[in-house]
């Protein structure tokens, strides 16, 4: 545990001997007592910031000199301790690295909360010095398209935040196909669909200050088998193929 550290105002004896704050009458009401306020102000002033104020640590209290006749103003452990320790929590700031589990040196600008849960909704991984987001062809596009279908948007919204919220130096989009259709064709709508991605990410998403490429592999890099053993259709494997990759390079 961190020492908690609190400015206690005193006053000193030979300084403010002739100043009482309170008569024997009257009642000390705390800390808060508005006399107190004033009276811990006066000390400032009179006394300055050097000899008008100490302060103590918790964890190595110090011991009050025979000269220090009253406290004026004392924050107490008990009241003020959540509002200090919130105060000494790490706040996400523009070019901070956030621990987050698997994303070690990731660095955030933004809302650190917020890019963990994208990076959870996301399925994203880290790859090497970049995140990498996997996006099937099905869910962005109809068959055989490449504008962005209605209901793919708010996943690219989250893809977009996410940038925001990072120390982005640049973000890359890949299309990618199955087998179906011939080599030209399928390099075509690929990078068509890639283009179809960045173009969403600058106009609707707001990235207009972020470098967005856009790349186009057809079927050259298949993630699963576009057939089976024996040479029929592999549904599946076709489906895993269709898809856009986004890498966002935002490491240390």
């Known amino acids: 545990m961190k020492c908690i550290r609190i400015l206690v105002l005193v006053v000193v004896a030979l300084a403010m001997a002739s100043s009482a704050v309170f008569s024997e009458e009257e009642a000390y009401s705390g800390p808060d007592d508005p006399r107190v306020i004033e009276a811990a102000r006066t000390a400032v002033e009179q006394l300055g910031p050097t000899l008008g104020a100490i302060s103590l640590d918790f964890c190595e209290p110090q011991e009050l000199s025979a000269s220090v006749v009253d406290i004026l103003g004392l924050i107490s452990y008990e009241t003020a301790k959540d ?29 650190s909360a917020a890019v963990k849960e994208a990076l959870e909704d996301l399925g994203a991984k880290k790859v090497g010095k970049k995140i990498k987001i996997s996006l099937l062809g099905d869910v962005l596009f109809d068959f055989d398209k490449y504008d962005i ?24 989009v890949e299309g990618h196909t199955d087998s179906k259709g011939s080599d030209e064709y399928n ?66």
Do not use: C, H
């Open 149 to 172: 279908r209605q209901e793919a948007e708010k996943t690219l919204y989250k893809v977009a935040d996410l940038v925001k919220n990072l120390d982005t130096r640049e973000v890359v």
């Open 83 to 111: 509002d200090i320790l919130e105060s000494e929590e790490p706040k996400s700031q523009e070019g901070t690295t956030v621990g987050l589990v698997g994303f070690e040196g990731l660095e955030v600008k933004g809302n």
């Open 187 to 252: 390099m075509k709508l690929s990078i068509k669909r890639a283009d179809s991605v960045r173009s969403w990410l600058i106009n609707k998403g707001g990235l207009t200050d972020t470098k967005i490429i856009a790349k186009g592999y057809g079927e050259t890099k298949p993630v699963a088998p576009n057939t089976m053993p024996d040479g029929s259709d592999n549904p599946e494997g076709r489906a895993k193929n269709r898809r856009v990759e986004i890498y966002i390079s935002a490491f240390e």
